[in-house]
């Protein structure tokens, strides 16, 4: 079956540009995260939603980011505002468990700030 | 502050022998470990996990071993073969939220045909 899929693949702004990243988790997954990687780095959890409520945003670096996911399906990251230090790879994964253990990793968005 | 280090960023082993990386953790509350792996352009695949009340779970060629008293974690590869050649991280989860994945920074395996 499909996996998660994210799109952009690929995102370019200009610094002061607001960005918004698409998350499409696997058909009836409950659960779904949000991961920033920066270059060398491992991933680094950012929210939690399970079904449309977002329990757990503590890992968001800033009030520029926001995250929903209003029908409990898709879900979009935006950025309002980028700065070079939000250059990253940003993951979604989605669970069907309410654990979210076993979470399912898309692709992934690079975004990259100028 | 680092809790889960991957201290060997890179490691290359000859196809069908072992590979061991290396994983430790500073967080004893940490109560389930996971092993993903990457290849270039893609997302983390998971890999296998481990609860804190074993001291191994064995899949196939891949085995994870969990020394609490240590805080450390190892998988172990056997027999090795080129396809294996990809990023590996370690991962932990614990009082924060079982959900809440804190990952290592990646060892990078070369498996040399």
């Known amino acids: 079956g499909a996996g998660v899929s994210q799109s952009p693949r690929y995102k370019v702004a200009k610094r002061g540009q607001d960005v918004a990243l698409r998350c499409d988790p696997i058909?009836?997954?409950?659960?779904l995260f949000w991961y920033q990687q920066a270059l060398g780095q491992g991933p680094e959890f950012l929210t939690y939603?399970?079904?449309?409520?977002?329990?757990?945003k503590s890992g968001l670096p800033s009030d520029r980011f926001f995250a929903e996911r209003p029908e409990g399906s898709v879900s979009t990251l935006k950025i309002q505002r980028t700065q070079q230090e939000d250059s990253a790879v940003y993951l979604c994964?989605?669970?069907?468990?309410?654990?979210?253990?076993?979470?399912?990793f898309g692709p992934g968005t690079r975004l990259t700030v100028l | 502050d680092q809790q889960v280090k991957q201290n060997s960023p890179s490691l290359s082993v000859q196809e069908g022998r072992i590979s061991i990386l290396n994983c430790d953790y500073t967080?004893?509350?940490?109560?389930?470990f996971l092993w993903y792996k990457k290849y270039p352009a893609e997302g983390p695949t998971f890999l296998i996990s481990?609860?804190?009340?074993?001291d191994k779970n064995e899949d196939g060629r891949f085995t994870v071993f969990l020394n609490k008293s240590a805080k450390h974690l190892s998988l172990h590869i056997v027999p090795s073969q080129p396809g294996d050649s990809a990023v590996y991280f370690c991962?932990?989860?614990?009082?924060?939220?079982?959900?809440?994945?804190?990952f290592g920074t990646g060892t990078r395996l070369k498996v040399l045909a």
């Open positions: 994964a989605s669970s069907d468990r309410l654990a979210g253990n076993e979470q399912f």
């Open positions: 058909s009836g997954h409950v659960s």
């Open positions: 939603f399970q079904n449309e409520a977002q329990l757990d």
């Open positions: 967080n004893s509350m940490f109560d389930y």
């Open positions: 481990i609860s804190s009340i074993k």
């Open positions: 991962a932990a989860s614990g009082p924060s939220g079982t959900y809440k994945y804190i």
